[in-house]
């Protein structure tokens, strides 16, 4: 969390695309969202885990999502100049998520919120429960979904493509990358981070996103 907003308050005009895994089961917590209804709610996100998962609040929105450390649950994130229209970025990363899972031969799809209406309980505490336009369903399931904040003329996505199961088709993170160079038509080049942000990642995590006074403060 710390280096997706790093990136974002030392953009410049070169779009930045990152895919990472999550090194501990955890839960990332939306900007906005009360932490204790995610915890107290009747099936809270995580239960069961031993130890329980580690809580962070995002710097953007939406609800709840718990990121295991899978190979086939990696979650990415996209800085880019703030667009006239955000459902554009969005409706972009749902075909990302669909092409990446064709290439791995399985069936997606975004999710149509008049064709699936009733079909899906939904739930405000937790992203894969509740329904979005742009979320991406496959058997049933939504495997993909995002959150954005804009922060000093760019505009920060984070999202998730998390499968039930690891894909038998190849790996998961070289075909999100695949599908963005496909779908954004773009070469993505793989770069290492600046003094100036990996100075600022430091300090964001250290003052920022390992003080309960962030993660807990609604």
Not at 26 to 45: C, D, H, R, T
Not at 54 to 74: C, D, F, K, S, W
Not at 119 to 145: E, L, M, W
Not at 194 to 215: F, I
Request: proline share 6%.
């Amino acid at each position: 969390m710390a280096l997706d907003e790093a990136l974002a308050l030392t953009a410049d005009i070169t779009p930045t695309f990152r895919v990472y895994y999550w090194s501990s089961p955890s839960i990332s917590i939306g900007y906005f969202q009360k932490v204790l209804e995610v915890l107290n709610a009747p099936v809270p996100v995580g239960a069961g885990f031993k130890p329980a998962p580690t809580i962070v609040r995002r710097p953007t929105g939406g609800t709840a999502v718990l990121h295991l450390p899978e190979t086939y649950q990696p979650s990415f994130s996209l800085v880019i100049e703030t667009p006239r229209s955000m459902g554009q970025i969005y409706h972009l990363l749902g075909q990302v998520a669909i092409e990446a899972l064709k290439t791995l031969d399985i069936e997606a799809r975004l999710w149509d919120e008049k064709g699936s209406r009733g079909r899906f309980q939904t739930c405000p505490y937790f992203c894969t429960s509740n329904f979005s336009h742009y979320d991406v369903i496959s058997q049933g399931q939504k495997v993909a979904g995002y959150s954005a904040r804009r922060l000093q003329g760019v505009t920060l996505f984070q999202g998730y493509l998390h499968l039930p199961e690891p894909a038998k088709g190849g790996h998961l993170v070289e075909a999100i990358i695949t599908g963005m160079e496909k779908i954004a038509g773009v070469r993505l080049m793989e770069g290492n981070l600046t003094e100036a942000e990996a100075v600022l990642t430091r300090e964001l995590r250290q003052k920022k996103y390992l003080q309960q006074d962030w993660n807990y403060k609604r």
